[in-house]
């Protein structure tokens, strides 16, 4: 993975200006751009400590009044503002923090490399179809005797990142906008109700594993992406390497 | 003019007697007697215009006591009042004063069914507004009850709703912008009302994980199912140019909401028809209750995965033809009504869940679903049925849709469920080039398909190559299939060698030949003879004086249809001529090619 230099432009110039774009849709992805600065500043090693990017964080969105609740946001910015603040982002680079996390990951890089390639060739053993189409690090090892088999009931914890960092989807409540008690996300696994990487990848990781999967666009959503996303450009125009990190909470057999 | 004011002075005098009389009562002596004057003496100051004087009456301190018993019985007359005076009349203010007092001041429970009462008695174009001004008091009464709140707020929310429910839903642009009976208005104005019950049901579960008190939230959920039926199926949802704040859109992200923050919202999405009803022992309440949410549970599914409200809070990680499964039963709901803005729902829903999919992708299992056999089905009836035509056009497409997202053998099983079951010589035909484009894909890919070679392919054309009822088979009505029939017969003739036989058609060629070419001929001749007479006899009777013996009569939208000229009778049988026409001249060209074929391989056998 190169390090890119900060997260990828969803929308082009003209996207931006038309109508088709509501307001709430930009402001949403500056304050979760935000958010990722944040939590990657605390985790890197480099860079300024975690108050200071977080400083910095809080200093753009105050400079551009994107403070607060989306819609509240929504009703006080107007479209110009919101474009010029999306332009600064990647003009200025604001977002140094993420730099720190992408270069820790390189470091970690090389040992994890050498598991997915022995799982990799033992799964290319096993299936007549080819290659398996992702790949997993392990990053928390699970208990390694319990694991599932398809139809058991799993449960489990996910976030699921483009490969701009972006989150577009996870049940882990980090934000105090959807405050409900979480619940880890339940299911049958390997009878196809998930995309074919999940159900896959699943009977692999033992109870309390947690993983990182990183899975190609046919295992995925297909090249085509989903065509209604909430993240139009990303998931729809490009095929997407998706990442999600799974983690057990708890495994159980049975219906 | 004496008289006059002395008659005023009577309105605030005796109101002022009765106040009097009772503030030396103790509250347990009030009799009935003084509720009722007291409620007079109210009525008739504010039909005499002085509102200013009740209002003063109800803020003194000292008559606190006697308006929380009897300040309930002037909601009526005092309704009445606010919708007789204009915006700007100050006389107006005070009755809103007044209102806003009584909420504050009387007895929680009477002035709760007081204000019910109100609405209960309201109709057609007073229904909105009564129920936009009576809410906020509700509101303030709802949250000092006690005992039977959660009751209580069920009953206001019930009541409100039944009480909307005949109203039309406005559906065009211009009927939204003026929402003439301000329906529009009026339900997110009562969405916002039920907001604090909302929270409280929130707070509740935050507490304890283990949330016993399950009744407020039952109610606001049954709100929901309710607004999910009406107006939200009825209404237009896609956005509107010109439109800033489309209120039903605004009314549907509110109950999504709702929903999400009482966490009924992903349980109702998977709901499956095995489950919840477990409240009715029997069963055809059960049965009853299961219909009607049915419906509900169809539009919160068209309302995330169409319109997008909410999906925010739905797991992406669902395979595509999961989610398909899940919404087969959705679907099929919709597509069985007859309204347009619930078709529209049902083939958008059908539509977007498709989009997700890869073509070839869908495996012919799913096809062991009774809805996945049904649904297509429904489709064919509106797509021969409707009278919208943006609706047939749509259902056509979506049906395409759905056949390209199987893999061979689904195709395969939904094009004989098709012919057997759409007996619609269109659709028969559009299938049956349906099948032709199989075929050309099955023998010009390297991979062999066995579907649509051998001996499967064998048994699916001896449902296309044949006449419904033999010769007597009417072939005008059914042109569209046997064109389409013929055209794939030739088109096998010319790209399948007979020595390849890869579609196995030349094993087949006698069986063809005595069950589709002969009694096409047959039939042909027979019809051709037939309106060959008619024209003759047509032409013969045009020639004698034009009797206007109307044997029947023809009656479209109540509009009597003027008798066909004889012109018009020999333009149709003469167009019916050509396409008989057509259909030998099609049917020469293959037997022809059959012949040529044939000789060549004897040829080069010999």
């Known amino acids: 993975m190169a390090a890119t230099a900060g997260p990828a432009q969803p929308w082009s110039a003209e996207e931006l200006r038309s109508e088709a774009l509501p307001k709430k849709d930009i402001i949403k992805f500056l304050q979760e751009h935000a958010a990722q600065a944040v939590r990657a500043g605390r985790g890197g090693r480099c860079g300024g400590g975690p108050s200071a990017a977080h400083r910095r964080v809080l200093q753009f969105l105050a400079e551009h009044k994107l403070l607060g609740q989306v819609k509240n946001v929504a009703k006080t910015a107007n479209k110009e503002q919101l474009i010029a603040a999306y332009t600064q982002l990647f003009h200025t680079q604001r977002f140094k923090g993420t730099d720190g996390a992408e270069k820790a990951a390189e470091k970690t890089k090389p040992a994890k490399a050498e598991e997915a390639k022995g799982k990799a060739a033992k799964a290319e053993e096993a299936v007549e179809e080819g ?71 699943l009977l692999t990781m033992s109870k309390g594993e947690k993983a990182q999967l990183e899975i190609e666009p046919e295992w995925a959503y297909g090249k085509k992406g989903q065509p209604d996303a909430k993240y139009p450009s990303t998931v729809i125009t490009h095929s997407v390497t998706w990442k999600c990190w799974v983690e057990y909470s708890a495994l159980r057999a049975g219906t | 003019m004496p008289e006059e004011q002395s008659q005023t002075i009577m309105a605030v005098d005796e109101l002022q007697a009765i106040i009097q009389r009772c503030q030396i009562l103790e509250e347990t002596d009030f009799k009935g007697e003084d509720f009722n004057l007291f409620q007079v003496a109210g009525q008739k100051c504010l039909e005499d215009g002085y509102a200013a004087q009740l209002l003063e009456v109800i803020q003194n301190e000292k008559n606190k006591v006697i308006i929380k018993n009897m300040g309930w019985n002037l909601i009526s007359p005092l309704v009445r009042c606010i919708f007789m005076y204009k915006q700007e009349d100050d006389k107006r203010e005070h009755c809103l004063k007044i209102l806003d007092q009584l909420a504050q001041l009387c007895n929680p429970k009477e002035l709760f069914l007081g204000l019910l009462e109100q609405i209960e008695q309201t109709s057609g174009e007073q229904v909105c507004q009564t129920v936009m001004l009576l809410l906020q008091p509700l509101q303030i009464v709802l949250l000092k009850l006690q005992n039977k709140k959660a009751y209580s707020v069920g009953l206001s929310l019930a009541m409100i709703m039944n009480q909307l429910t005949p109203l039309p839903v406005p559906y065009t642009k211009q009927q939204i912008q003026e929402d003439k009976l301000g329906l529009c208005q009026c339900c997110n104005a009562v969405v916002d009302f039920a907001k604090p019950f909302v929270n409280e049901v929130v707070k509740n579960m935050e507490k304890s994980s283990e949330y016993n008190d399950m009744e407020l939230k039952e109610e606001l959920l049954k709100f929901c199912m309710k607004s999910l039926k009406y107006p939200l199926l009825t209404a237009q949802l896609e956005q509107l140019e010109g439109i800033e704040e489309h209120p039903f859109r605004h009314f549907a992200n509110e109950i999504i909401d ?83 803005s619930m078709l529209s729902k049902g083939l958008d829903l059908f539509e977007s869940c498709l989009l997700r999919m890869e073509d070839n992708s869908l495996l012919h299992q799913y096809l062991e679903f009774r809805d996945f056999i049904n649904v297509p089905q429904d489709l064919v009836k509106v797509m021969t049925l409707c009278p919208i035509e943006h609706l047939r056009k749509k259902s056509l497409n979506i049906l395409q849709l759905f056949i390209d997202k199987f893999d061979a053998e689904g195709k395969y099983t939904l094009f004989r469920c098709l012919l057997k079951t759409s007996n619609h010589a269109g659709v028969e035909g559009y299938i049956i080039k349906n099948i032709k484009d199989q075929i050309h894909l099955s023998l010009t890919k390297a991979c062999d398909n066995i579907w649509f070679t051998g001996h499967h392919l064998i048994s699916l054309l001896d449902l296309v190559l044949l006449l419904p009822e033999g010769a007597e088979t009417d072939l005008l009505q059914n042109s569209d299939r046997i064109m389409a029939s013929l055209n794939l017969l030739r088109y096998l003739v010319i790209k399948d060698c007979e020595s390849d036989n890869q579609t196995g058609v030349w094993t087949a060629l006698a069986k063809i030949e005595q069950n589709f070419l002969k009694p096409l001929h047959v039939g042909l001749n027979m019809s051709k003879a037939h309106y060959e007479a008619e024209i003759k006899n047509t032409k013969e009777n045009r020639r004698e004086a034009h009797s206007s013996n109307t044997v029947c009569s023809v009656t479209v939208s109540g509009e009597k249809m003027p008798a066909m000229t004889t012109e018009m009778q020999l333009q149709v049988l003469h167009s019916a001529l050509f396409t008989f026409d057509l259909i030998e001249s099609v049917l020469a060209r293959v037997e022809e090619l059959i012949e040529v074929k044939i000789k060549a391989v004897m040829d080069e056998n010999s």
């Open chain 1, 131 to 201: 290659p398996p189409k992702y790949t997993k690090s392990i990053l928390k090892k699970g208990d390694k005797t319990n694991f599932p088999k398809k139809g058991d009931t799993v449960h489990c914890w996910y976030t699921g990142k483009l490969q701009d960092g972006t989150v577009f989807d996870t049940n882990i409540q980090t934000s105090s906008k959807k405050k409900k008690a979480a619940k880890p996300l339940s299911f049958k696994v390997g009878v196809g109700k998930v995309i074919r990487g999940w159900d896959e990848a």
């Open chain 2, 258 to 340: 709702i929903l999400w923050d009482i966490r009924e919202l992903i349980p109702l999405v998977f709901l499956h028809r095995k489950g919840k009803s477990l409240h009715w022992e029997n069963q055809e309440f059960a049965d009853i209750e299961q219909k009607n949410s049915a419906e509900s549970v169809a539009c919160l599914s068209y309302l995330m995965f169409v319109q997008h409200f909410g999906i925010d809070c739905f797991p992406l990680v669902f395979s595509p033809s999961y989610l398909l499964q899940c919404n087969m039963m959705h679907i099929e709901v919709l597509l069985k009504r007859t309204e347009e």
